[in-house]
Every structure is written in C-alpha cells, then in structure tokens.
T-cell receptor
Framework: EAQVTQNPRYLITVTGKKLTVTCSQN?????MSWYRQDPGLGLRQIYY???????DKGDVPEGYKVSRKEKRNFPLILESPSPNQTSLYFC??????????????FGAGTRLSVL | GENVEQHPSTLSVQEGDSAVIKCTYS??????FPWYKQELGKGPQLIID?????GEKKDQRIAVTLNKTAKHFSLHITETQPEDSAVYFC?????????????FGRGTSLIVHP
C-alpha cells in the first residue's frame, strides 16, 4: 500500500530536549516536505527536498533541521525545541517532473507539545 | 513568491445545499491547482485538481473552476452530506522539470448540518 509514515503520532517533550520526527515513503518519490499546521494559519512549509542530499528552506525553517540521506526517508530534527514549536506536523511526498502530476501524499500527522 | 488567499475560513451549510470555496493566487506562472480534504485526525488528501489549460473539471458532486485571467479558482460541492464536513485546502504551484513548491491557502472548515 502506498503511504507516507510518520512517527511518533503524538509527542510531549520539554524545552531544550532534542527530538526527531521520522518520515518514510514507499512510493519512490523525489520530492518530500515538512509542514506545520496551526489554527488559522493553514499549512506552512518548513523544509523540502527535491532529491537525496538536496534540501531547502520553506517559509518557516527557524528552529528545525532536516536531512535526506536516502530517498525514502526525510526526518525532521528539533535540536532545542521551544514552546512555540508546539504544533501539528505533516510530512508529504510527491513525484517531480514535467507532465507528472505533483500530487502530494501526506502522512497522518505528528502532534507535538513542548512544555 | 506565490500567495494564495482562501475564503471563507468557515462555511456552515445544511445537508443537501451547495458549498463554494474560493481561492485567488498571485503568480501568473502557476499552472497546477489541487484541492485537498483533511478529515479530523488525518492528513490532507487530494480530492480534485485542475491544470491551467482547462477551465472546469467535475467529479461526481465535486467540481473545480479556474479563471486564469482573474487568477482565481473555486471548489463547488453539490448536494452536501455530513461526511463532507472537513477542512479543505486549495493550493497553487508551477510544474516544471525541476521546480515544484506548492503554496497552500489557509483552509476552509466546512460544516454540513444534518
């Protein structure tokens, strides 16, 4: 089954304690992306990746890191989480290329609370 | 960069009524416009999309229209049902060989009352 898998689904942590949210896709997609969703603000892009070892900042990258060492995985790293990073996070992936529908497939989300 | 405005932020209708959600975009180069539905506790899922060479597309009770000149596109849901209740997002992007960064609207919470 084609899917984007995020883990964990729920996470409560404390300020400053490093954490990683994993994302994996099984569709051989080139493009992967992280979003955060906050009430009234919709989906805001944090980082994206066009392919292995190619990453770039989205609209709200401060306080986050990513890596793309393998095509299927795109972990989101919070080196020193702060309360303003409390949010609902989504990973997404899609194919790239002219004539290819850039339909994004989303994971089920990770709800993060930073105390 | 691209800017997508979506209205309304909340839409409440009676079962059987129609619902319309509107989006405008700023970058005339955008050529792909998908709509996503997000049910409670789930990630967004594509429900319909349209490319800039088409003015309208329909899939059962859902239709999308695009006005390239005015740079706006709309989602139309007819004969709404309670299971249509969800948050809907529009998006705009420019498909090319190597560049693809979609911009999303802020979402519309649709509530269908039985």
């Amino acid at each position: 089954e084609a899917q984007v898998t995020q883990n964990p689904r729920y996470l409560i942590t404390v300020t400053g304690k490093k954490l990683t949210v994993t994302c994996s896709q099984n569709m051989n997609h080139e493009y992967m992306s992280w979003y955060r969703q906050d009430p009234g603000l919709g989906l805001r892009q944090i980082y994206y990746s066009m392919n292995v070892e190619v990453t770039d900042k989205g609209d709200v990258p401060e306080g986050y890191k990513v890596s793309r060492k393998e095509k299927r995985n795109f972990p989101l790293i919070l080196e020193s989480p702060s309360p303003n990073q409390t949010s609902l996070y989504f990973c997404a992936s899609s194919f790239l290329g002219t004539g290819v529908k850039n339909i994004q497939y989303f994971g089920a989300g990770t709800r993060l609370s930073v105390l | 960069g691209e800017n997508v405005e979506q209205h309304p932020s909340t839409l409440s209708v009676q079962e059987g009524d129609s619902a319309v959600i509107k989006c405008t975009y700023s970058d005339s180069a955008s050529n792909y416009f998908p709509w996503y539905k997000q049910e409670l506790g789930k990630g967004p899922q594509l429900i319909i999309d349209i490319r800039s060479n088409v003015g309208e597309k329909k899939d059962q009770r859902i239709a999308v229209t695009l006005n390239k000149t005015a740079k706006h596109f709309s989602l139309h849901i007819t004969e709404t049902q309670p299971e249509d209740s969800a948050v809907y997002f529009c998006a705009a992007s420019f498909e090319s060989g190597g560049s693809y960064i979609p911009t999303f609207g802020r979402g519309t919470s649709l509530i269908v009352h039985p």
